[in-house]
């Protein structure tokens, strides 16, 4: 670089000087962000060994590779823990010693609920085969949908969020977000044989509480009525609570903490912001359309 | 790893006892997801050599280097289909030697279909040029429109679709919703010229038949009307058929086995279940809204 | 490979000797995307290095590391706009001494800006924070909230189109739009404290000028009324005009060359082709739903 590009270099330099939280050079406890992608790609093959094999090194004994990679995760998951604690305000004055022992017992935690995760799992897999006439077969799905990439990385953060683990839940959220249009907060709930097709604009949020066998289509909302009063709403229930075997077509919206009971069809573009009884079909009346004919 | 992590893991081991598809542990025949992203990239530069040219070791004769990418993406896409075809049934008990020699020639009837894909696709970079007023060249289009990458992209799921090679397609049409937001199924047919701008939230299911220079704008769905038949839907044609010279404005939907004809315009949120004949413009009748002054 | 598979390879290579753009086999003067990502990459350490760090081995002095990467992206900077200002006409016939002084001149420019940059985004960061009561912190939103990255992105990628410089700015936002599912075009204006929230869906275009505190939600779109007119619609003002303190809410659409008044709220799916003045509330009429009891 020519000397005569430094005065830009030396302003940036002291715009750094400002104190702002955009100014601080060094932010040790923040977890890094490919870490934890490589941690969710770890957690597929923890969860799908057969379509997320282990590194071609270990194949010759598939068991022993899936042990392998189940510590392997673990260790990556108690670091990433560590770094991500002293983001929650409760843990800012705990000793390293102390962190790594509640980043361990937490580690253990998620990895113990690992089997009833993918009991769940196999619940959403098979509701996807059962309601989508063109997918081919389950391996299809596991490798290619993203509506099952994007509910598998939910029931991950949810987990993670349950423990009360800080950033890492939201930065795995993100990622199915980015690669699928999906974003789904973890700490919404979520029950069994859940079903997402095409998804590309999908928002659950925080407080948002599903029952089972509930499907959902491209571009549903189920969001907050209004949030003008920003962080005064933080924690409050303000999302909507969905019954049991409840769709909602494309583009359908229910904001507020509003209930729509066991066993409705919500149609496409429905907005609803008032309790809907159980077994209730709500569509639109048909659009009044103007036809003009230029032959 | 400490020794009291051991339990979990334990319990993880046992959990892939259960006999289900997430349980087994190889898959031999499952096509490797990176390795069909990479051929992706490879067919890129197949296409358009200029715009995504091979590595450098190999540019000081440009016309040898497309040949050698060529020769490169025939071997990997025969390994790949070798790796796929299995996933359906009637190749389950075929031998090591047919499946290649099926592989081989299935690549073969691929790279012959390149020229004429090439002649189609130059039709849909001209259309995106003519229809978009920020497009500054056609090069920016090719580098950058997601339209035109997600168009690229079906045109090569498609062929692989149409010579019968199970997963390939679907990975790839889902690498191309990942990146651009745009769904559309291999298996629709679509014709040349064909245009979309923004594209995000864009479906086009798997048995949609469309006509030449057809306009696409974001959040356009050409979906089926219920899916509640789920798997007994297969095969059957529950998508629309569009005309020539069609444009559908944003989040229009057009759903089930419906007729649109040629030279028709649907405007935005225009929701059509139902035929329309040649030359019509259909659009909202102008919403009712409240308008109500604060000052 | 088998020798009968040159016929398909001699076909595609003189399927080459059309003359189309995509007929190409060089252009030297293309930029590279992968080195526009990673530009990308850098410039995000420049901005916020703290949470955007530089590699490891720098780490040991952190006011030293963020110098070296502010002067390694200039340099990359400067060799991409070199790159690329040849694929606009009027540097067409510029020596390569030339194309290196101006692309130094601009380079210098940008970086001279950045400080500017951090200050506008700063308030951008805080307005995400004041409105999204699931936000923990400010450093959560700089990690992971896709709103932020896609406005980051879009700041840098405007300077760069308010200077002149041509395909890097698109490739730029089509990497946020690719990563987010939001489309802002990098010619649109835009002042501070612009929140957008969840975002899939929105489309920002060209010729938009949009005010300050400005709230958007997923699916909004500031499009133009109608494209038929193509190229040349080129360089028209045809995208809305926002005053400051507005909100749109999701899906909320404003066409063409339209002003929207300050401190206006505009409804969910609200579709507005009018000027609307200051301090006015719309919102959709009720809508008329069928609710259809099956208990």
Redesign the interface.
Known sequence: ??T??I???D???S??TRG????????PH??D?ECVYALLDQLFS??????Y?APARLADD??EA??MT??DA??RMRHLVISALP?DARYASWSMAELSEEA?EI??AF??S??GM?AL??TD?QAI????????????I?????GFYAITIYRIAHELYRLGV??LP??MS?RA?????I?I?P?AQIGASFFI??G??I?V??TTVIGEHVKLY??V?L??VS?R????????K?HPTIGNKVTLY??A?VLGDTQIGD?CTIG????ITKD??????????E?????????
């Open positions: 670089m020519e005569n590009a005065p830009a270099v302003a940036i330099l715009d750094y702002r939280t955009i100014d601080r050079l060094q932010m923040r977890p962000k923890v969860l799908y060994f057969g379509c094999p598939p068991a899936l042990r189940v510590e673990m260790v983001g361990q580690t253990e990895f113990q690992v089997p993918r799992l196999e897999l085969y059962d309601g989508d006439p063109a997918a081919e077969n389950l391996e299809e596991i490798l290619a949908y993203p800080p950033m939201r930065i993100e977000h980015s690669r699928t249009g974003d907060h700490g097709d095409h590309t604009g928002v949020g925080e491209q571009g909302t969001g907050a949030t009063a920003g962080q005064g709403l933080r924690g409050k303000r494309a583009c919206s066993g496409s573009n429905v907005f809907v009884p159980a077994n209730t079909t709500v569509s639109l009346e659009q009044e359309l103007n036809f003009h004919s230029r032959s």
